[in-house]
């Protein structure tokens, strides 16, 4: 599949992050630049993150949404605010969404409510607003069930509640933090349909998630980072290994022998690590 690399979206430059002095992560660097694909009208960027339990994935991921902010280095993202190329800025919180495994949402406010609280900074109008919320629900099979509360919606239903609410807030840019965990077969195509319908939606969108399912990420990525302790210590993590499977021509492709070398490569790094 041909695609041509243009600029940079995600640029994070020799992070160390911790917490009361504590190093969890250390010379953590990662670029990504925006994809398009030949003949494809848009196509954004997907991004997985591996790493055993308790090896900085969370801490990375409060990182790249600005909760914490790094002891050493910088995270810069596109700035989608100007219409020049290669623009960028400092990452400020709110910039990137964030979807966590228990999909948290307001408990009193319905699905429609949400989405117009997702849209309290936008400068449109009250119609504007309520054309595109209209639009992303019924985009997301949502719409009937826009005055329901929370608790009155099933897990899938509130996992895209969750992802509307990051989209119509952060716009480009969201994590989505073991998104396939505990899901059945079923459960699990939904979950890699809602993946394709943001990525479909720009070329500038890129999704960053984490998973324990070596093949998932092998089979949905077209990037992946393993995190983990380098060899011979213990208290700090950082990139062991960066797989661009776009250039090793395993992106948008159909599972095969390649993907199954790569999960075998990336087990034995996550067992030593």
Partial sequence: ??????????????????????????????????????????????????????????????ALTGLVKPMSGQIL???????????A???????????DQKYTLFRHKTVYQICQYALRKSKATKEEKDKLITEFLTEWG????????????????????AIIEQMLSSKHFMILDEPFSGLDVGNIEKVKTSFQKILDADEYNTIIFSTH??????????????????????????????????????AWTKYGDGHRKLVADIKEILLKS
């Fill in 1 to 62: 599949m041909s695609y041509r690399e243009q600029d940079t979206i995600l640029y994070v430059d020799n992070i160390s992050v911790g917490y009361e002095g504590k190093t969890i992560l250390k010379d953590v660097s990662i670029i990504e630049k925006n994809i398009v694909r030949d003949g494809h009208a848009s196509t954004g960027q997907t991004i997985a993150v591996l790493g055993r339990s308790g090896r900085g994935k969370s801490t990375l991921f409060r």
């Fill in 77 to 87: 993202i596109s700035d989608m605010s100007t219409e020049v190329a290669d623009d």
């Fill in 89 to 99: 800025k400092v990452l400020a919180e709110g910039d990137v969404g964030f979807v």
């Fill in 142 to 161: 949502l719409l009937e069930h826009k005055d329901k509360y929370s608790c009155e919606l099933s897990g899938g239903q509130r996992q895209r509640t």
């Fill in 213 to 250: 399912d070596i093949r998932l990420a092998a089979e949905l990525a077209d990037s992946i980072y393993i995190i983990g302790n380098p060899e011979g210590v213990t208290d700090y993590s950082t990139i062991l290994k960066h797989y661009d499977l776009k250039k090793m021509g395993l």
